[in-house]
């Protein structure tokens, strides 16, 4: 049928897709098939991965909330409108409990090397110049992390997990201007946080 | 570095927002920008077994029911989603292509929603009708001719009637079967010191009444073994509360 129907917008037509296959999915497990979700994990674990560690910065912090990221989605499945993308639903519980871990850690925070050379761009680095770039990234993902809600998921979700702002306008329920208006607004925040301390 | 452009942010993403970002302000959030995506440097990829785990950590949940999620939801005090888990399982009972499981869930749910809000409301209705006294008074009211009317003094004498079985019936006289404890001079000084503050004469608290000039072995618990009638200066009852 794809194939002799003129895709005007790709992406959309794949999400749609997407969705449907979620919506059988999800009807898969609801109805006693426990297994089905490891079609769901295989599929979407990279992604959530990388988010958390875009906010936690250390990969066994990401393993650890993404976990508990789709511990979470399970238990919440019924809850699952199929109304979006699977793959952006679960995005958001990661958000929500990787910036809550990134929000109670310490401070200070030994140094992962193999952050600090992440941070430095995988390239083997200069030492004074690998640490600065690794506390400036734990301080700019402290002050996402302490951002004010709305504008804490709406940064988040934008810049860590890569959701369209119309995605994130459907997620979170409310109209593509507010959200605009929170993007700019928290990012605004963000900025007087990150240069607001030395 | 691994950059995907697709996703790269663009400040006109902001406008049509009706409050438009000012040239000042459009820097600040391009260099906040650039600060956010400089994090997506050298992302590593999650360990090999990571699906695994994951399954292993769902193999120790239970089911996903709708059922559970509204209680979670109550356990935790978030009434919005015990709603939006009710509007799912309607959904989930009316909509097309849904595993006869979900739809039994649901149903289940939506069964439990209502028993528990006819309970509730006719647990509202009952007491609401016992607030009115549309059913009667649950209990007799106390009559005018019950005078309490303790005197200030105490009863060196009892009369015989004095040993009550209700020995509070001086405090509560709409409870007590015993109307002739009006007439019989109720020590007032009761040990709580709620009855009207001569405590210190009085011979006999309320609790144990101890008739001297005319024991009655039978209903007094604590038949004076002191033959003096004299009155003790220190009650006793704090012993037994």
Redesign the interface.
């Known amino acids: 049928m794809h194939g002799v129907t003129t895709i005007l917008d790709p992406e959309r037509e794949r999400g749609a897709e997407a969705t449907t296959d979620d919506g059988a999915i999800v009807?898969?497990?609801?109805?006693?098939e426990?297994?089905a979700?490891?079609i769901l994990?295989?599929r979407e674990?990279?992604s959530i991965?990388?988010i958390c560690?875009?906010i936690l910065?250390n990969?066994h912090d990401?393993?650890d909330a993404?976990?508990e990221a789709?511990?979470t989605a399970?238990?919440?499945?019924?809850?699952w409108?199929r109304e979006g993308s699977f793959g952006a639903w679960l995005a958001r519980i990661a958000v929500r409990i990787a910036t809550r871990r990134a929000a109670g850690r310490r401070a200070i925070d030994w140094l992962d090397p193999?952050t600090v050379?992440?941070?430095?761009?995988?390239v083997s680095p200069d030492p004074l110049i690998s640490v600065v770039r690794s506390e400036?990234?734990a301080h700019?993902?402290s002050a996402?992390a302490k951002l004010d809600q709305p504008y804490r998921d709406v940064?988040a979700l934008?810049?860590?997990a890569?959701l369209?702002?119309g995605e994130i306008a459907r997620l979170t329920g409310r109209p593509?201007?507010?959200v605009?208006?929170h993007?700019?607004r928290g990012?605004?925040r963000?900025?007087e946080a990150?240069e607001g301390t030395p | 570095m691994t950059r995907p452009d697709p996703h790269w942010f663009d400040p006109t993403e902001l406008t049509g927002a009706g409050e438009e970002p000012t040239p000042a302000e459009l820097a600040s959030i391009e260099a906040i920008a650039r600060a956010l995506g400089s994090l997506r440097s050298g992302e590593p990829d999650p360990g090999r077994d990571f699906p695994d785990r994951v399954m292993a950590a769902i193999a120790a949940e239970p089911e996903p029911a709708p059922l559970l999620v509204v209680l979670a939801a109550l356990r935790r005090g978030r009434p919005a989603v015990v709603v939006a888990a009710l509007g799912d399982a309607w959904r989930d009972l009316i909509g097309a292509g849904r595993p006869v499981l979900v739809r039994a869930q649901a149903i289940a749910l939506l069964a439990a929603t209502l028993i528990l809000a006819a309970a509730i409301g006719g647990g509202a209705a009952v007491g609401a009708a016992r607030l009115l006294d549309l059913q009667g008074p649950l209990s007799p009211s106390p009559s005018p001719s019950m005078p309490v009317g303790p005197s200030p003094s105490p009863a060196v004498t009892p009369s015989p009637s004095f040993v009550s079985p209700t020995p509070e019936a001086s405090e509560t006289p709409e409870a007590s079967g015993t109307p002739e404890a009006s007439e019989t001079a109720e020590p007032s000084g009761t040990p709580e010191g709620g009855g009207g503050g001569q405590a210190t004469p009085t011979p006999e608290p309320s609790r144990t009444p101890r008739p001297t000039a005319t024991p009655e072995p039978t209903r007094t618990p604590k038949p004076s073994a002191t033959p003096t009638p004299t009155p003790t200066e220190t009650p006793e009852p704090d012993e037994h509360h």
Not at chain 1, 27 to 32: E, H, Y
């Open positions: 009807a898969r497990v609801l109805a006693g426990r297994d979700f490891r994990v295989e674990h990279r991965v990388r560690y875009r910065g990969l990401a393993e993404a976990q789709f511990v399970y238990r919440a499945l019924p809850t409108r193999a050379e992440a941070a430095a761009g995988g400036a990234a700019l993902r996402v940064v934008r810049f860590f890569d369209p702002l593509l201007p507010t605009k208006t993007l700019r990012l605004l963000l900025r990150v």
